[in-house]
């Protein structure tokens, strides 16, 4: 009864939940989460920060980072020992807008370039830069435009020099 009168309230006897629901146990250290919980609160603090001062920059004109409020903050009522998030105001999304312009497009599969069949891993490469399926891997199948004939002959000229043996003066 005198607490009622104080206005005062008894700390909880056991363990408190996580305020995000996740069923592990938080503490007032980290604002009544778990850790996980509050890591992960933490990092999309950062994050929002380093992208809110990269779109005032990009706005702005400058290169220079620039501090900003947080997007996320929490003010705890310390008679209460309860967590009242505030609102996250949406960020705009040229964000993403970056992120896809960075990622390279997603290739096609691997396909034969005589009949279009899909030949994935087990495709053969030709000399002529292209990609073949089992039937059309050799040259004659595919009419392949590489010179064989002059590449054979480059490769064996490179291999056997020609060897001349110095003339000797004649008695």
């Given at each position: 009864?005198?607490?009622?009168?104080t206005?005062?309230?008894?700390?909880?006897e056991g363990?408190?939940?996580?305020?995000?629901?996740?069923g592990?146990?938080?503490?007032?250290?980290?604002?009544n989460?778990?850790?996980k919980c509050?890591k992960?609160?933490?990092?999309?603090?950062?994050q929002?920060?380093?992208?809110?001062s990269?779109?005032?920059?990009?706005e702005n004109?400058s290169?220079?980072t620039t501090?900003?409020?947080?997007?996320?903050a929490?003010?705890v009522d310390?008679?209460?020992n309860t967590?009242?998030?505030k609102?996250?105001p949406?960020?705009?999304?040229c964000d993403?807008?970056?992120?896809?312009?960075?990622?390279?497009?997603k290739?096609?599969?691997t396909?034969?370039s005589?009949?279009?069949?899909?030949v994935?891993?087990?495709?053969?490469?030709c000399?002529c830069?292209?990609?073949?399926c089992?039937t059309?891997r050799?040259s004659?199948?595919?009419?392949c435009?590489?010179?064989?004939?002059?590449?054979?002959?480059?490769?064996?000229?490179?291999?056997n020099?020609?060897?001349?043996?110095?003339?000797?003066?004649?008695i």
């Amino acid at each position: 009864m005198e607490h009622d009168e104080t206005g005062c309230q008894a700390p909880p006897e056991g363990p408190i939940l996580c305020v995000n629901n996740c069923g592990f146990f938080g503490s007032p250290a980290t604002m009544n989460m778990c850790s996980k919980c509050h890591k992960d609160m933490l990092l999309k603090q950062e994050q929002a920060k380093l992208a809110a001062s990269s779109i005032a920059a990009a706005e702005n004109g400058s290169s220079s980072t620039t501090a900003s409020e947080p997007v996320f903050a929490a003010s705890v009522d310390t008679q209460l020992n309860t967590v009242e998030p505030k609102p996250i105001p949406k960020q705009p999304a040229c964000d993403s807008v970056t992120v896809a312009a960075v990622e390279k497009p997603k290739e096609g599969p691997t396909r034969c370039s005589s009949c279009n069949k899909r030949v994935g891993l087990t495709g053969f490469s030709c000399r002529c830069g292209n990609i073949f399926c089992g039937t059309h891997r050799y040259s004659d199948k595919h009419d392949c435009p590489f010179d064989y004939r002059s590449a054979g002959r480059n490769a064996i000229a490179k291999a056997n020099p020609l060897i001349k043996a110095e003339k000797l003066d004649k008695i």
